[in-house]
């Protein structure tokens, strides 16, 4: 299952492979491209947004300042 967070205002797809995560960056042409980051296996889905939060911290501002899951209805 593919999991799409806004991370400080980028977007990003996150699919468990295997006993890992694959991570991109979404383009807002819909390219993806790989994102630099190493998940560990043990983090759960549940604990996504924090992790992420907790890497890329640095790339929040006054308008983009929380990692959110974006959820299909």
Not at 52 to 73: C, F, S
Request: charged fraction near 25%; aromatic fraction near 10%.
């Amino acid at each position: 299952m593919q999991h799409t967070f806004n991370v400080f205002g980028r977007m990003m797809t996150i699919v468990r492979a295997g006993d890992g995560w694959t991570c991109h960056w979404l383009g807002s042409e819909g390219k993806r491209r790989p994102a630099e980051i190493s998940i560990p296996p043990d983090v759960t889905h549940g604990e996504l947004g924090q992790y992420l939060y907790d890497i890329y911290h640095e790339d929040a501002t006054p308008r983009n300042g929380d990692v959110l899951e974006i959820v299909a209805k």
